[in-house]
């Protein structure tokens, strides 16, 4: 293969870009889970009054109005001489934003429940995976709110903030959870739970729910331990039964065969993912496989010095374009030379050089780029947050935007716009609220409005600058 300077600028950005660019959207799966609180007013054996409290994970599901989570976690308190007088539910999205919520459904057979929000956020609920897409092996990752992270912790933040893990499927077992109880399809995967993590997402790369974590391999030990008698309040030796860690990395999830049935009779929405999720890491580490024999070629023609000057002129020109990125709040008109690899198989075919009759803008109307008109050209513009791997480039702190959201391009052969959404975590819609399917190019006209996430960014194709 003949070697061209274009080339090679495309060679060395591929490989200096950071390791980063080929992570899932982690940020984005944090966004979902919640923490849930169980306050109850109890009274014991001695008649002496008192408050217990316990902790677990939830995500949200059913436009952001309702929370999955495990029975054991919405039981509330349930001890040996100890009566309940109430319980109160608080979810929390953060240390300072939170709602009371109520059970509204409930099954120890199958360890789910759910709960109702009283005064629920403004964020979309989660995307469901295909229960038939997934595979033994493939990546997962857990996220919740682990009671041992947060022993840790020095600041009240800190304990809001959720803990994510990662592993892989290891095999599917089906269980009877209670006795004579059901049969229960389970995952058994190594992403680390522990006691706080119950009710808490499972993701897979894409970021699409596939499982709710309930358990961790456990073994039950008896032992003589001071405690303290809930009927006299004096501290007594006593047999009790206590949990321990009977393996590492078997942690087991409730399949979404479990769950959505159920959701389906309670009237509640939920969005389920089109196709199998792809792991993007997987098809990038393949781009780059193929790039690094290119550099092993250039390298052996080029000497050291003469690769490190070319490496500096290439910083330089990142430099030179993420100054650019930071100014095309005010004005974009400039096109940006690399890009990353576009599925050009889904792709209608575009003309690499057509001067159109008519050009046509992306004009923002709401968020970040609100104000701003960008001429499209027939090289997609990928946006997203990621600022090595998209053209348009939005702020981190935006963390509805995936690192590469989507990518927009202007067909002048056609004289029409196409839109295609990169497996965003949140989606990208039509103003009318249709979701466009990942990977499958769509077409605008002038006129036309998307958003990506929701309708705070939001966009419209124009033929006037």
Known sequence: MKTTPSRLIAVLAIVCAPAHALEPDVAAMKRNAVKIVVVSAIKNAGGQLGVATSKGTGYLTGNGKYVVTNNHVCSGTKQPGINVLATKFMVYYSRTEFTPAKVLWNTADKDLGILELENPQPRPGVTFARDADIKDGMSVWAVGFPGAAEQATTTADSDFASTATNGI??????????????????????????????????????????????????????????????????????????????????????????????????????EVASGPCREIDRETKQELTHVSGEVSSISGRLSTLVVMQIGSVLLALVAVGLAMNRRVRQTVRQTVSRRLPSRE???????ENPVPATRQYLKGLAGFYAGTSIPLESEPWVMGRDRHASNLVFPAEQGAISKRHCSISFDASAGKVYLEDMWSSNGTYLDSGVKLESGKPYPLQPGDRFYLADRGNLFEISREE
Not at 219 to 230: F, H, K, L, T, Y
Request: glycine share 8%.
């Open 345 to 351: 198989e889904n792709r209608p075919p575009i003309r």
């Open 169 to 270: 499927i290891g095999k599917f077992v089906d269980q009877v959870l209670v006795p004579n109880g059901p049969v229960v399809p389970t995952i058994s995967h190594s992403a680390a739970t522990n006691a706080g993590n119950s009710g808490g997402p499972l993701y897979n790369f894409c970021g699409q729910v596939i499982a709710t974590n309930f358990a961790k391999a456990l073994a039950s030990i008896r032992q003589r331990v001071q405690v303290r008698d809930p009927a006299t309040g004096a501290t007594v030796e006593r047999e009790v039964e206590q949990r321990v860690v009977m393996a590492d990395g078997i942690n087991w999830s409730l399949r979404l065969s479990n769950l959505l049935p159920e959701l389906d009779r309670l009237g509640i929405r939920y």
